[in-house]
């Protein structure tokens, strides 16, 4: 515990900020850093969830990965570190079990940066899940608050042909780095906020590096493979921001080093009185780029190599949906598309299963909330298409249902201010019942300026917020459009304000009719026949 608060404190002594400045986050992470609860965490399960101090409670246990949720008492979310998405199907098989020992309370989140969150634990049983979690080589350390997210690489990593780089080692070293193999890094518990670092292995920008605090774009310089640096890209409900070139390039051997140089510049340096000013980008503005690249250089002891004049970002955005070709002969991956990305235990075991039976073992979580199964031979592919689970988790669903991307929303989130998964996935398909598209539409959901969801890369994006109809305190949503991923990203803006939620299968129908040439489905069909035809 000592050297826990001395460590703190030696950090805060850096921090540009005086001490009366600090906001109420920083002021509790002075008395005692997020990552002291984890000797601590056997005594609070025997004492009862109940009876842990509050910061302890609600903020600093997040450090571990446990999250008290306000409107779930005794019911606990753990939010797990799983790098460029790659699990085994024995992993999974102890997910699984987890979950299920909670019943109906029980279920998992595959997240917008390629990991699961956990739902319905009682906390008595962290202590045990933590021990089983570390034997199969899983952790949570450090995957909340002001920490490093998971660590975003592309999901078809060693196995898609046109990529540059297998992104699987360098996402995990990353992380290794950043959180000392998973027992928890003091060096870097103390953010002044949270931080995304995503790397891009294949030229279709599959990690929407825009949105990443740090993210490695391939680029050749001088036939020789590395990588050109974006930095400060974020959302928050102030303000949103797409990512910069810092005018960089590095090896692939550099990126580890950069990314912790880039960190203790953020960590000493970053603002720490405003909240809402506290990402990378804020910094970025303050000091301007040269001298933030200069600072990274003083950090590194050595002189950024300038960016390569291009980078190989030349493909458009592919969601990995349904059987593709490997780059290893008469291989192939399967993209099984998972409803709003929850998963219940028996649909876990099963995907475990399927990953064991026809492939080697292996799954992927995408940043779509999806996942892959991946070496399924040509000659199983037949028997493959035939399992149950596919009737769910679809390799062709309908095009308004496949690209849809949602929250947890206010089913378990406290923030939310709308119910996000179960409403967007209702109204996706009642949509799709009704109209016609030529194409997927990327329709996100998010259920508060926090933009989990992240509606400002979608086609159509969707907000959580609150307004008042025929006198009374309703949910609505702010509508983004114009968001784009792949080359040439940009992020969307705001077109409609606080639309009530019993008005958004109206307004989301004209949208599509107008600005995406969906096309009315003609319901009346002759007695015995089930086709249906487009109305012109």
Known sequence: MSQVK?????????????????????????????????????????????????????????????????????????????????????QMYVLASIVQRYGDDGSADITTRQNLQLRGIRFEDFPDILQRLKKVGLTSIQSGMDNVRNITGSPVAGIEAGEFIDTRLLCKAIQNSITSDGEGNLEFTNLPRKFNIAVAGSPDNSVHAEINDIAFIPAFKNSTFGFNVLVGGFFSAKRCESAIPLNAWVEPQQAVDLSCAILRVYRDHGLRSNRQKARLMWLIDEWGLEKFRSAIEAELGTTLSEAAPEDEIAWDKRDHIGLHPQKQAGMFYAGLHVPVGRLQADEMFELARLAEVYGSGELRLTLEQNVIIIDIPDNKLAAFRSESLLEKFSLSPQPLVRELVSCTGAQFCNFALVETKQRALALAKKLSSQLSVSQPVRIHWTGCPNSCGQPQVADIGLMGTKTRKDGKTVEAVDIYMGGKVGKDAQLGTRVMKAVPCDELESVLRNILVEQFGAKSIDLTTVADSATVSVVE
């Open 6 to 90: 001395t460590t703190c404190f030696q950090i805060m002594a850096r921090v540009n900020s005086p001490p009366e400045k600090l906001n109420k986050f920083e002021k509790y992470k002075v008395e005692k850093d997020g990552l002291a609860v984890k000797d601590e965490l056997e005594d609070f399960a025997r004492m009862g969830w109940e009876s842990i101090d509050e910061t302890d409670l609600t903020q600093r246990l997040k450090w571990l990965g446990i999250f008290f949720r306000p409107v779930t008492p005794g019911k606990f979310m753990l939010r797990l570190r799983i790098p460029n998405g790659v699990l085994s199907s024995g």
